[in-house]
């Protein structure tokens, strides 16, 4: 599963980045609109710390798909050819992905709550299909059963697209996708912190030392 920041705060990336295996980093217009900054002048930033072969996805504003495909070739030019489109799966949005996805351009579905949403995105071309797994558990769906059933879609169908699974809330949301095997999550800051958050751990972790500060003295190390 691959791994990526849901996130446009450069300096909470570059945090996440000197601790955790990431891959690459996600945003959409609200977390660039949190930022209080020009989109491209973040995405640039970002883009330049993760370095050009890093997954970083950008999304679409527009509501037609001719628009979505300029806005997409806008994204491609100023942040590399490698840069995902995401691109909401409504019917003008999975228009603009056949485009796209004949011109080579890697897409991101996004906005997906449903499966047949992801399915029609995939038969679309799309590279990755983004469930919103704790906003479907918001409306009462089952987020992560429901992604867990895309997942399947794709591969009992022999198509291409890989799940990426976004709106995570808890750790749990997360386990449970990482067992199943999905393609990737990108996960918000404070929840990739809670993923090794745990007292027990940071308990033991203090013993160790105290036990061997006992033994050899305050400071000492192997
Ligand atoms: O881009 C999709 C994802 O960021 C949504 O997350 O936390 O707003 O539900 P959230």
Redesign the pocket.
């Known amino acids: 599963m691959r791994f990526l920041i ?1 996130d446009a705060n450069v300096e909470k990336i570059k945090e996440i980045y000197t601790y955790y295996p990431v891959d690459g980093v ?3 217009p ?2 660039l609109a949190k930022s209080k900054r020009q989109p491209y002048d973040v995405l640039q930033e970002i883009r330049e710390l993760i370095g050009p072969d890093a997954d970083l996805h950008v ?1 679409a504003v527009s509501r037609k798909a001719e628009d979505m495909v300029a806005e997409a070739h806008r994204i491609r030019e100023a942040l590399g050819e490698n840069t995902y489109i ?1 691109i909401p799966a409504v019917p003008e949005g999975i228009r603009a992905i056949r485009i796209l996805a004949s011109e080579g351009c890697r897409t991101t579905a ?2 997906i709550y449903t499966p047949m949403q992801a399915f029609l995105a995939a038969k679309a071309g799309a590279d990755y299909a ?1 469930p ?1 797994v ?2 479907m558990d918001n409306l009462g769906a089952d987020g992560i059963g429901n992604t867990k059933i895309i997942h399947d879609i794709f591969q009992k169908n022999g198509l291409k697209t890989q799940v990426l699974a ?4 808890n750790s749990y949301q997360v386990l449970e996708l990482c067992c199943y095997g999905v393609g990737a999550a ?1 996960i ?1 800051p404070d929840v990739i912190e809670g993923l090794l958050k745990n007292d027990s751990v940071a308990a033991a972790v203090d013993a160790f030392i105290h036990d061997f500060e006992d033994l050899c003295g305050e400071g000492k190390t192997m």
Do not use: L
């Open positions: 849901d996600t945003t959409n609200s977390i999304q995401k996004t906005a983004a919103y704790n906003r976004a709106s995570f809330k990108t918000a």
